[in-house]
C-alpha cells in the first residue's frame, strides 16, 4: 500500500468524527486526552482531632453544676423550712396500768405538703428550662456560662437543640449508675466526655475553641 505524504501547512484540517462534533481543544492545542482518577483534586482528609486541654477541665465542670443547682437547693431548703415550721404535733399520755407515759409525733401540715409540691413543680421547671432549653439552643446553661463553655455536638459543632439536651441529661442516668464513675470519666478521657457525652456524641469546650472550630 502506498504510503500517504504528511499533510504540510496548505493541507486541509483532518475530518471531524463521526457525528460532525469537532473534538474539543486541550490546553496544549492538541488532541484532548481521556480524563484518569488522577486528574481529580483528592479528597479532603480527616480534620486532626483537637489535644485534651481544648476541652473543658473535670474541675470547671463541676464548678458549673454547683451554680446550676444553687437555685435548686435555695428552693428546696425554702420548702423543707416551710415543713418544719409547719409540724402539727400530737401528744398522747398513756393512763392505762402499764404506766408508760406519754409520747408525742409530729405530722405533716396541710400547708407543708402544698410548700413541698410547689417546689418539686418549681425544680423540674427550672431543671427543663436550664438544661433542656437554654443549653440547648445557646449551649451553656447557667453555670456554663458563668464557666465559659458550652456543650456542643461533635459532629457539627453547633447546640445541641431542646429535645437532645433532654436525652443528654436522662443518659446521665448512666453515669450515676457505676457508684458515678461515669462522672469521672472526664479526668483521663482524651476528650474529657462522660458517658453521657459519648452516647449523644457531645463535647464540653470553651467559648474561645467553638469560635475557632467554626473559623476552620
Known sequence: MADHPPPTGNSPPPPPPPGGYPPPPSAAGGFPRA???FDYPPAPGPVAPLPKESYTPWLTRVLAWII????????????W?????????????????????????STTSTTGQSAMVLAGALIVAYVVWNLGYRQGTTGSSIGKSIMKFQVVSEKTWQPIGFGLSVLRQIAHIIDGAICYIGYLFPLWDAKRQTIADKIMITVCVPVHNTTKQEIR
Open 35 to 37: 480524563q484518569s482518577a
Open 68 to 79: 446550676d443547682y444553687i437555685p435548686v437547693a435555695i428552693v428546696e431548703g425554702i420548702a
Open 81 to 105: 423550712g416551710i415543713v418544719l415550721g409547719t409540724q402539727e404535733t400530737d401528744c398522747v399520755t398513756d393512763t392505762s396500768d402499764y404506766g408508760m407515759g406519754g409520747f408525742c409525733s
